[in-house]
């Protein structure tokens, strides 16, 4: 019977490189230099590190079109609230990945509220949707992908 997998995953890789390039864009820019500007990985949390809160929110900006521009779902992110003493500010910015129990049940129910002849199954942190034609599986794609969902799907695990 064919399937598919509604999944939530970054990948690492590019997450790595849009960084590398939003720390080279500091380091070119007239407004940071000599600032000790910067942005670190550190798993899927970026910590941005400035002088002061105005420069967290440019880096922020940045942050935002390097990730956009290398595919990364903009939805994903966590935006933490910024702390700041007299000497420097920083800020988290968290990158989520994985569908938790909530948002499961929301797919799971979006797909059967939808009349399509497909079942979704949770499993895990991730959502698997099986039905007897490939044309409702792709009705079913369309539909999650025009869904408003706090999540950025990715569809994988296609088997006919």
Not at 35 to 57: I, N, R, W
Not at 124 to 152: H, P, W
Request: glycine share 4%.
């Amino acid at each position: 019977m064919p399937s598919f997998d509604a999944v939530s995953e970054l990948n690492s890789h590019e997450v790595t490189n849009a960084i590398d390039q939003a720390n080279r864009e500091l380091a070119q820019r007239f407004d940071f230099k000599d600032s000790g500007a910067q942005f670190e990985l550190k798993e899927f949390t970026v910590t941005l590190k400035a002088q002061v809160d105005f420069q967290l929110k440019q880096m922020l900006e940045i942050l935002k079109l390097r990730l956009s521009k290398r595919g990364i779902d903009l939805v994903c992110l966590d935006i933490k609230e910024p702390s700041s003493n007299l000497a420097a500010a920083q800020q988290d910015v968290v990158l989520r990945q994985g569908i938790d129990q909530e948002t499961g049940r929301k797919i799971s129910r979006l797909v059967k509220d939808s009349k399509l002849k497909v079942q979704a199954s949770l499993q895990g942190d991730k959502v698997r949707v099986t039905g007897k034609q490939r044309d409702e599986l792709q009705s079913a794609m369309a539909l999650l992908r025009g869904a408003k969902l706090e999540v950025a799907l990715q569809f994988n695990n296609f088997r006919d």
